[in-house]
């Protein structure tokens, strides 16, 4: 089992853009299907991204389609999420998940994940 480490956040200007970095350990992390989950102080943890295992397929939550990109390196174990056009309501803890399987279904439930990162804080400023 895969092991995550986020990176990359912090404070941005609104308009910003930022990129988070999700680095995983263990030498199955290409059969892993990724996401990216948020939680904004007193709500509950939502799902922004996903990416297949191959990369192929993404999906983006109606809140950050066209402004964020997901996208992986299986060569160097890491999943990206570019962040642009940030806005005030973009602020929250971003989580990294993940669960192996090679398929192009990209699960939004938290369930339909077993590994988690330890979170990395994005604070935009209006």
């Known amino acids: 089992q895969v092991q995550l480490v986020e990176s990359g956040g912090g404070l941005v200007q609104a308009g910003g853009s930022l990129r988070l970095s999700c680095a995983a350990s263990?030498?199955?992390?290409?059969?892993?299907?990724m996401a990216w989950f948020r939680q904004a102080p007193g709500k509950e943890r939502e799902f922004v991204s996903g990416?297949?295992?191959?990369?192929?397929?993404?999906y983006y939550a109606v809140s950050v389609k066209g402004r964020f990109t997901i996208s992986r390196d299986n060569a160097k174990n890491t999943v990206y999420l570019q962040m642009n056009s940030l806005k005030p309501e973009d602020t929250a803890v971003y989580y990294c998940?993940?669960?192996?399987?090679?398929?192009?279904?990209?699960?939004?439930?938290?369930?339909?994940?077993?590994?988690w990162g330890q979170g990395t804080q994005v604070t935009v400023s209006s």
């Open positions: 990416i297949s295992w191959t990369g192929i397929s993404t």
């Open positions: 263990g030498r199955t992390f290409s059969n892993y299907v």
């Open positions: 998940a993940g669960v192996a399987g090679r398929t192009s279904y990209i699960g939004r439930l938290e369930s339909d994940y077993n590994v």
